[in-house]
Structure formats: structure tokens, C-alpha cells
């Protein structure tokens, strides 16, 4: 059952009447709900999804909430199982709508893809950079093509996937020869399939320098200039030679 909030606000969450305990602890004797919102413009945002026993309800809610429209974006705000488990459900329904959430979002979001084919995944990391590439900074930017125009070694950190990183690049350093790198948080995948764990360390804070440390570990032999801007990149500033924090 769908409900209007405002002519341009519809609730399409739902209600779980036979979960009795919130977080594991808090008991909730008349259950709980799973909100999620669309809100209808010149283009359509779906605000989180519900826990994946509720899916095909929800997804119906959606359905009629959109009157045969088609979502823009899924704006992803929880990660929690019980709003983020339809994610990969909603993707498959609605294939061409834009995520829309933070970078520790599309880290954990490789658990709720889990059994998903990689390829597919991969594709719609490359989309996503594609559609989304306005959010690079364009002072960043600028300094990128130089540094690749000028055949430097180049090297992203990041504690995302690599998957959803490296598309941002892949035209910046076209024709270049620098030595080009993008380190981050690496999914396991078995038989071409996404199993939801990582190949290693979540790419953040001390584990940024351990990385760096492993491509390149004659470190008196490179003068290391780096930068940041969140508290996972301090430890990296630390052990550069330069650093410049939130400079673009």
C-alpha cells in the first residue's frame, strides 16, 4: 500500500509485523516499518529500499507509486540489510537508474551484490562513472591530465572497490605513459560470480601506506607527493614527502 506525503512525496515502504526484536535487542511488539519514499519531479529519486523478505512487495509499491514513469536515481542513505537488501533486486528491474550514495556506500555495497555475475557489476561501475564523472573535482582533474600529459607515475588510493574507481580514469589517462595505478578495496569473486567478501584489507587509513608500500618498496628510491582529503588519507600524508590536504 502506497500513501502521499506530499503530491510530489509517495511512501512505498513496508510494514514487518513479525520481527519482534530491533537490532537484536529492543523489542518492538507491533514490529516494525521499512521506509522508503519516491519523490516525483522533473526526475524521479527512490529513497532506500527494504529488507529482501520484502522485496516484491516493495518493489510493487514502487510500481504504483511510479504510474509507468521511470526512476532517475536510487539514493542509497542506510546500508543496513533491512534498508539496502533489494538494492541488487531494484538494479535488475530497473537497470538504468543512477545510485546515489557516498564512498564507504560502494564498498559494502559488493555484500548486496553478492551472487551477482562480475561483468554485470563491472558494467554498471563503468556506467555509474560515466553518468556521474561531474563528481571529480575539476581543479583534481586539471592536476590529473597534467601529471598524465607529463608521463608521471600515478597512483589512486581508495578505500572503494576498485571496480567503481578506476572507470572515473579511463579517458583521462588515455594515450599517456605514465606508470598508472589505482589501489582500493578488491572483491572476491569465484566462477565469475560476486561472493559479498574481500580480497583484502578495506584500502583505509594505515592500510593506504601498506599498499602504497607494496608497489613501490624501495621507498628511498621516489619522492612521494600525495593527496587528501578525509581522515582515512592522514596516515598517507604522513608518509609522503609532500602533502596537501583538501587543496581542490
Not at 580480497?199 to 587509513?205: E, H, Q, V, W
Amino acid at each position: 500500500m502506497i500513501s502521499s506525503i506530499t503530491k510530489d512525496i509517495i511512501y512505498v515502504g513496508v510494514n514487518d509485523h513479525d520481527v519482534d526484536l530491533f537490532e537484536g535487542q529492543y523489542i518492538v511488539p507491533n514490529g516494525m516499518a521499512y521506509n522508503s519514499y519516491v519523490i516525483m519531479d522533473e526526475r524521479i529519486a527512490v529513497m532506500d529500499t527494504v529488507d529482501a523478505h520484502f522485496g516484491e512487495e516493495w518493489l510493487s509499491n514502487v510500481k504504483e507509486a511510479l504510474n509507468g514513469r521511470e526512476p532517475d536515481y536510487l539514493v542509497v542513505q542506510h546500508m543496513e540489510p533491512d534498508h539496502s537488501a533489494s538494492i541488487g533486486r531494484f538494479l535488475e528491474v530497473y537497470p538504468e537508474v543512477k545510485v546515489v550514495g557516498n564512498a564507504k556506500t560502494f564498498v559494502m555495497l559488493s555484500n548486496f551484490f553478492r551472487g551477482m555475475n562480475i561483468d554485470v557489476f563491472d558494467n554498471l561501475c563503468k556506467r555509474f562513472a560515466t553518468e556521474n564523472f561531474n563528481l571529480m573535482r575539476p581543479k583534481a582533474t586539471d592536476l590529473l591530465n597534467r601529471l598524465f600529459r607529463d608521463d608521471e607515475d600515478i597512483v589512486i588510493v581508495s578505500a572503494s572497490l576498485v571496480n567503481w574507481v578506476s572507470p572515473f580514469f579511463t579517458h583521462i589517462q588515455r594515450d599517456s605513459k605514465s606508470n598508472f595505478h589505482v589501489l582500493g578495496t578488491i572483491p572476491e569473486v569465484k566462477d565469475g560470480v560476486i561472493t559479498g567478501r574481500f580480497l583484502t584489507y578495506n584500502c583505509y587509513g594505515a592500510e593506504k601506506v601498506h599498499c602504497i608500500r607494496r608497489l613501490y618498496p624501495d621507498r628511498e628510491n621516489y619522492h612521494f607527493v600525495a593527496f587528501g582529503d578525509s581522515n582515512g588519507d592522514k596516515q598517507m600524508l604522513a608518509f609522503a614527502d609532500e602533502s596537501y590536504y583538501r587543496i581542490f
